[in-house]
């Protein structure tokens, strides 16, 4: 028998996110389900359960497939999107009759949303909560950060995560530590003189 592979979902790259934010605008409810899976990183079974936070900055979780309970601090873009969705319900996302989505039922809708905004087949609602991760490791997050996001409870489900992590921005970023730091520094000679160039002999 072969061995039985995981699916792997394409991670969102920036274009793709531009596209779906440009056909719908923040106000809309796909705007709103878009918005709730980028930023709070978490797969559509726990954003179809997911609660409306009552008051300050929390979104508290309990992953239904690991059991996982995450309390999750809500992004500005994703407050913004809230507020411009008022709903009555306790569902962070209401279906136009006002009762929570199922599961299947926020999937569909998403992927309805994904495929109106133009959208290339490989763009699925799971593929969200892998550019979140990247979003995260590019920022410079670490992996222990990036679990409590994500829930991920091991290292290399976090690395499968992040592969799509842009090798260019993480450079940088490492560079830039780099030379934040004292060591490594040129002798006192060199920081004091400039160098000079030598006579041709």
């Not at 796909?30 to 559509?44: C, E, I, K, M, T």
Request: charged share 25%.
């Amino acid at each position: 028998m072969r061995p039985y592979k995981s699916r792997e979902f394409h991670s969102w790259t920036e274009g793709e996110i531009e596209q779906f934010e440009h056909r719908w605008p923040i106000g809309t409810k796909q705007r709103l389900g878009f918005d709730l899976l980028l930023y709070s990183g978490q797969r559509g079974s726990d954003v179809a359960r997911m609660a409306r936070p009552a008051s300050g900055d929390k979104i508290r979780v309990a992953q239904q497939k690991t059991g996982a309970k995450l309390a999750i601090t809500v992004h500005p873009n994703l407050r913004r999107s809230l507020d411009a969705c008022p709903s009555g319900h306790v569902a962070a996302i209401a279906t136009a009759y006002g009762r929570p989505f199922s599961v299947k039922g926020l999937g569909q809708f998403i992927s309805d949303a994904i495929r109106e905004a133009g959208l290339p087949t490989h763009c699925k609602a799971h593929g969200l909560r892998k550019a979140a991760a990247r979003r995260l490791a590019e920022a410079g997050c670490s992996t222990h950060e990036i679990a409590a996001v994500t829930g991920h409870k091991t290292l290399s489900e976090i690395e499968r995560y992040t592969r799509a992590t842009s090798q260019e921005t993480l450079n940088a970023s490492a560079i830039e530590k780099q030379a934040r730091t004292n060591k490594w520094q040129p002798c006192r000679s060199e920081l004091a003189t400039p160098l000079k160039n030598k006579k041709k002999m």
